[in-house]
C-alpha cells in the first residue's frame, strides 16, 4: 500500500497499528511515522499518488488525502530513538512497516493523548501472561528512562 508511495524509512502508527495488538478499533485514517528530516520528501512523495488537501497539524508532519480517498496523517518526530524504531518496525500483510509494540507503547506515551493511553492499557492488557522475551533496548536508543534498560 504505502511502500509503493514512499521510498523513505516510515512506519505505520496509530488506529491501523494497533489492530496488531489488540482487537480492531474503528478508525477513519491512516497514520505513519518519518523522521523530522525525512517530512519534506514524504510530502513530495505523496504527491504523485494524488495527494489533496495537504494540511498542516498542530504537531509535526501534515494531512492529506490520496487518491483512493485514503485519509493519511504523517507525523514526523525528531527523537533519537525514531530511526531504531523505524528499523524494528514489523512487516505488515500489504508489506507496510508496522512500529512494534514497544516503540508504538513509546509513541503513544509521548503524546499523552485520551485514545492513546486507552490503547496502551488494551494492548497491554491483552499481553499473555507469560514473562517477555528476553530482549532489552540499550538506554541510548530510546529516550532518557528513570531504568538501565527497556524490557519489552
Request: hydrophobic share 45%.
Amino acid at each position: 500500500m504505502f511502500h509503493e508511495i514512499f521510498t523513505i524509512p516510515y512506519a505505520i502508527i496509530g488506529g491501523q497499528a494497533t489492530k496488531f495488538y489488540m482487537p480492531e478499533r474503528h478508525t477513519l485514517d491512516w497514520d505513519i511515522l518519518v523522521a523530522t528530516e525525512d517530512l519534506e520528501q514524504a510530502r513530495k512523495e505523496a504527491a504523485p499518488a494524488g495527494a489533496t488537501s495537504v494540511r498542516p497539524r498542530s504537531i509535526p508532519g501534515f494531512s492529506c488525502v490520496l487518491c483512493e480517498g485514503v485519509r493519511l496523517d504523517v507525523i514526523a518526530e525528531a527523537s533519537d530513538w525514531v530511526a531504531a524504531a523505524l528499523e524494528q518496525a514489523r512487516t505488515s500483510q500489504t508489506n507496510d512497516p508496522v512500529l512494534s509494540l514497544e516503540w508504538l507503547v513509546l509513541l503513544k506515551l509521548t503524546s499523552a493523548r485520551v485514545q492513546d493511553l486507552a490503547d496502551i492499557s488494551r494492548m497491554m492488557g491483552l499481553l499473555p501472561t507469560q514473562p517477555w522475551r528476553k530482549r532489552s533496548i540499550p538506554l541510548e536508543t530510546g529516550p532518557p528512562m528513570p531504568w538501565k534498560t527497556f524490557v519489552p
